[in-house]
């Protein structure tokens, strides 16, 4: 079945770097795009971005656009999500999930278990 | 961006209630929203996609209607297990955007 498995919790000091794993098993990792979300404590979920793990195209939103680079390696099926310039309202639980497209849209239809980033000094 | 509104933002019902969510789109996003059910501690679930597709595997107690900038994503017979908080979010452009959820308590 569809696994996507994150790496364990981090915590950084403000102005420092984290970078987060997400490892696909159960398919064919080139076959769908990557996004990466996060929910800051008690809040919704906000969309960070995406890459597609056949050609490592990105886009990204625009808040982030400046600190965040997604990256992947497909001889181990795993995408990475790594934000710069740490701040204290970064502290969210990171999630991947796997994108599926259909003829209106798309959907996350799997999603990995979620990485606790905690930025205090 | 597309702005999503959902509401309310938290309900109360007792077990075998009929809940109905609204989820509300700036503009008009088609069919392109899904419904995700999140439990505390835990990822996101997807429910329905396409504005009222069941994914396989969700009880068809959960069902999705709209089209446009208005859907609803409606329980028909609430269940203990269903204590959680529902998003909805739109892919019909980039930013995905969420809703900002809502509670349902039991």
């Known amino acids: 079945q569809v696994q996507l498995v994150q790496s364990g919790a981090e915590v950084k000091k403000p102005g420092a770097s984290v970078k987060v794993s997400c490892k696909a098993s159960?398919?064919?990792?080139?076959?769908?795009?990557i996004h990466w979300m996060r929910q800051a404590p008690g809040q919704g979920l906000e969309w960070m971005g995406w890459?597609?793990?056949?050609?490592?195209?990105?886009k990204y939103a625009q808040k982030f656009q400046d600190r965040v680079t997604m990256t992947r390696d497909t001889s181990i099926s795993t995408a990475y999500v790594e934000l710069s310039s740490l701040r204290s309202d970064d502290t969210a639980v990171y999630y991947c999930?796997?994108?599926?497209?259909?003829?209106?849209?798309?959907?996350?239809?799997?999603w990995g278990q979620g990485t606790l980033v905690t930025v205090s000094s | 961006d597309i702005q999503m509104t959902q509401s309310p933002s938290s309900l109360s019902a007792f077990v075998g209630d009929r809940v109905t969510i609204t989820c509300r789109a700036s503009?008009?996003?088609?069919?392109?929203l899904s419904w995700y059910q999140q439990k505390p501690g835990k990822a996101p679930k997807l429910l329905i996609y396409?504005?009222?597709s069941l994914q396989s595997g969700v009880p068809s107690r959960f069902s999705g209607s709209g089209s446009g900038t208005d859907f609803t994503l409606t329980i028909s017979s609430l269940q203990p297990e269903d204590f959680a908080a529902y998003f909805c979010?739109?892919?019909?452009?980039?930013?995905?955007?969420f809703g900002q959820g809502t509670k349902v308590e039991i």
């Open positions: 159960g398919y064919t990792f080139s076959g769908n795009y």
């Open positions: 999930a796997r994108d599926i497209g259909y003829s209106y849209g798309n959907y996350f239809d799997s």
């Open positions: 979010q739109q892919s019909y452009n980039t930013p995905r955007t």
């Open positions: 503009q008009s996003i088609r069919t392109s």
């Open positions: 396409a504005a009222s």
């Open positions: 890459i597609n793990p056949n050609s490592g195209d990105t």
